[in-house]
């Protein structure tokens, strides 16, 4: 008789291990679906085969040129993000400056080609695309304008290359890597008034984040093998980035709507490898390049982030915008523009 109570209690089990397995690998390994509406192709968008294997969708803005035109070269988000119409729209706003601007989406995002091999995504891979681009458009000289991790990149390829930056413009720049908790820590002047947004990057990874994305993360950084194909992981970057743009304003009447052109892969992989990046903060110091650092009210980085670009960088100007937050022309275009014009008038 004990020996039946034990055979049905260990049947019993066995079925709960079984459907227990038989969950886990639903929810691992079965391909999800997003709702996503899709983003139609930017009007205009062309294409670079750069000598580096990348194919980079651009948008040109050609604007009226003077003997002194410095091309502009406009660096998203991310890594990941994408070029919106909406940046592109209030760019609009130096129709009269004299400078051509470039707007791409950066190798494994956006309209721009993913790459096979997701450990191809590093740091040295998208300052590599950068370089081939100024060449592409021959360039001598170009101006960065770096948002976010945008800047991070900027910065960087300033080290290696200083002698092909006329000036470098970095809005919300993200933290210079490795980054120095103590740095970042540091409290703002109370005169600025800092207000965190209503929501947080936390809250948006919280909301969105599943067991099948938490192996595809992990699968990605430590054995670089990707659980999903780039449709459904940008599928899911979209979702994701649509609820961590809750926290990047002061107005969360103003959140940007979801769009459908994020990388995933060039994600997680690019950030992976940033952490290893070397420190680069001794070149940046030695940097002579005129420098314009901004930041909004409700920037979700730390002021320690921002407020070690001013201490390293030794030729720079900085502007507060109130009333905007990580994307500062999100709410303050106008000011966001004319800050970024007045800054490229001086000499």
């Given at each position: 008789?004990l020996?039946?109570v034990k055979?049905?209690?260990?049947a019993?089990?066995?079925?709960i291990?079984?459907?227990?397995?038989?969950i886990?690998?639903?929810?691992?390994?079965?391909?999800?679906?997003?709702?996503?509406?899709?983003?139609?192709?930017?009007?205009?968008?062309?294409?670079?085969?750069?000598?580096?294997?990348?194919?980079?969708a651009?948008?040109?803005?050609a604007?009226?040129?003077?003997d002194?035109?410095i091309?502009?070269?406009?660096?998203?988000?991310?890594?990941?993000?994408?070029?919106?119409?909406?940046?592109?729209?209030?760019?609009?706003?130096?129709?009269?400056?004299g400078?051509?601007?470039?707007?791409?989406?950066?190798?494994?995002?956006?309209?721009?080609g993913?790459?096979?091999q997701?450990?191809?995504?590093?740091?040295?891979?998208?300052?590599?695309?950068?370089?081939?681009?100024i060449?592409m458009?021959?360039?001598?000289?170009?101006?960065?304008?770096?948002q976010?991790?945008?800047?991070?990149?900027?910065?960087?390829?300033?080290?290696?290359?200083?002698?092909?930056?006329a000036?470098?413009?970095?809005?919300?720049?993200?933290p210079?890597?490795?980054?120095n908790?103590?740095?970042?820590?540091?409290?703002?002047?109370?005169s600025?008034?800092?207000?965190?947004p209503?929501?947080?990057n936390?809250e948006?990874?919280?909301?969105v984040?599943n067991?099948?994305?938490?192996?595809m993360?992990?699968?990605a950084?430590?054995?670089?093998?990707k659980?999903?194909?780039?449709?459904?992981?940008d599928?899911?970057?979209?979702?994701?980035?649509a609820?961590?743009n809750?926290?990047?304003?002061?107005?969360?009447?103003k959140?940007?709507?979801?769009?459908?052109?994020?990388g995933?892969?060039?994600?997680?992989?690019t950030?992976?490898d940033?952490?290893?990046?070397p420190d680069?903060?001794?070149?940046?110091?030695?940097?002579?390049?005129?420098?314009?650092?901004m930041?909004?009210?409700?920037?979700?980085?730390?002021?320690?982030?921002?407020?070690e670009?001013?201490?390293?960088?030794q030729?720079?100007?900085?502007?507060?915008?109130?009333?905007?937050?990580?994307?500062?022309?999100i709410?303050?275009?106008?000011l966001?523009?004319?800050?970024?014009?007045?800054?490229?008038?001086?000499?």
């Amino acid at each position: 008789m004990l020996r039946l109570v034990k055979r049905h209690i260990y049947a019993f089990f066995s079925c709960i291990t079984m459907l227990l397995l038989i969950i886990l690998f639903y929810y691992v390994f079965v391909p999800k679906k997003y709702s996503i509406s899709e983003t139609p192709k930017r009007l205009g968008t062309k294409y670079w085969q750069l000598p580096t294997g990348s194919r980079i969708a651009y948008t040109y803005l050609a604007l009226k040129k003077t003997d002194k035109n410095i091309p502009i070269i406009y660096l998203h988000g991310g890594p990941g993000g994408h070029i919106s119409d909406r940046i592109i729209k209030v760019f609009k706003g130096l129709q009269n400056e004299g400078h051509d601007v470039y707007f791409y989406d950066q190798i494994g995002s956006g309209l721009s080609g993913r790459l096979e091999q997701i450990e191809d995504y590093t740091v040295r891979r998208h300052i590599n695309d950068l370089s081939s681009i100024i060449q592409m458009i021959g360039a001598k000289k170009v101006i960065l304008i770096g948002q976010s991790w945008g800047a991070v990149l900027a910065t960087n390829f300033a080290t290696l290359y200083p002698d092909k930056i006329a000036k470098l413009i970095l809005t919300s720049p993200g933290p210079i890597f490795p980054i120095n908790s103590t740095v970042i820590n540091k409290k703002a002047p109370d005169s600025l008034q800092l207000r965190p947004p209503f929501y947080s990057n936390k809250e948006g990874n919280d909301k969105v984040a599943n067991l099948r994305t938490t192996f595809m993360g992990y699968l990605a950084r430590n054995f670089h093998l990707k659980l999903s194909d780039d449709k459904e992981a940008d599928d899911f970057a979209d979702v994701l980035n649509a609820a961590l743009n809750r926290s990047t304003v002061c107005d969360t009447a103003k959140i940007v709507q979801q769009a459908s052109r994020n990388g995933y892969y060039a994600s997680v992989m690019t950030f992976e490898d940033l952490l290893t990046y070397p420190d680069q903060r001794k070149k940046i110091k030695d940097l002579t390049i005129p420098v314009l650092i901004m930041k909004g009210q409700c920037d979700n980085q730390p002021w320690g982030i921002t407020n070690e670009y001013l201490e390293l960088f030794q030729n720079h100007q900085f502007v507060f915008i109130n009333g905007a937050g990580h994307f500062i022309e999100i709410e303050q275009p106008v000011l966001y523009i004319n800050a970024i014009r007045d800054f490229l008038q001086t000499e």
